[in-house]
Each structure stands twice: as C-alpha cells, then as structure tokens.
C-alpha cells in the first residue's frame, strides 16, 4: 500500500480578507436580488431577457455568498462554480450589451460589464477565483 500524501488543512474561504469579499458578495446578493425583483414584478414585459439575467445574477450572487461564507471542502466546490458561471455571465452580457445593445433594452447587472456598479461585477469574479485558489488545500503539508 503506497504512502497516501499529506494535505496540510486548507484556510478557509471566510477567513482573514476572505470576510470582506463575502461582505462584497451578501451586498451584491441583497441588491441584484431587490433589483431583480422590481424589475420582475413591474417592467417583466419591458425586457424580460435582461430581467431574468438580473435574476440569474441574484441567485449565482447568493450561492457564491453563502458558500464563501460556509468555508468548508464540502462548500467549495459549490462556490467555484457558482463563480465562474458570474465570471462567464458578466463576460457574455458586458460584451453582448456593449456590441447588440438593442438586445438589452433595459441594463441588468451585468450589462457593459458591470458598469452601473463600477464595474464591481467584473472584478468580483476574479478576486473570488483567486481567493479560492489561494486558500486551497495544498499537499505536502
């Protein structure tokens, strides 16, 4: 039976800075998820497609949130996908919205990549994506 290798413990994804970007993350998860709402309940027909991608944004916003925060082996897949599907959507709907702008008649929270919140949406996916890589387990411990 051959030596299994040691994994030192990895540091969990709500610890130290990790906090500030789960904070960043609850923040973009009650505002996109209020946003969606409105938008839903009273211009649906406005421009449904960019309102349900403001619904989508909520729901990836709020599974991100919750998992960073959990910070565990189980939750951290968990929260690299639900950012790198955020990293995929503000990607496709920032160059969507800046090159077939009719397509969104109305801004989500995604459009020209997050402009309409300082291009939050644009580096949030990043930082989390390296937080997550940085806190990883490591073998050789």
Avoid: K
């Amino acid at each position: 039976m051959g030596a299994q290798p040691v994994t030192a413990p990895a540091r969990g994804t709500n610890s130290g800075p990790g906090r500030v970007l789960v904070a960043v993350y609850a923040v973009f998860a009650v505002s996109a998820s209020a946003r969606a709402g409105v938008q839903l309940a009273t211009h649906y027909t406005e421009a449904p497609l960019a309102y349900l991608l403001s619904a989508l944004a909520a729901v990836v916003y709020i599974v991100a949130t919750i998992t960073l925060a959990r910070g565990t082996a189980r939750a951290r897949p968990w929260a690299t996908a639900a950012i790198v599907i955020e990293l995929v959507g503000v990607l496709t709907v920032g160059t969507l919205s800046v090159f077939d702008a009719e397509a969104f008649p109305r801004a989500t929270v995604w459009s020209v990549y997050g402009i309409g919140y300082g291009f939050v949406p644009l580096v949030l996916p990043v930082l989390g994506l390296l937080w997550l890589r940085r806190t990883r387990p490591r073998a050789g411990g």
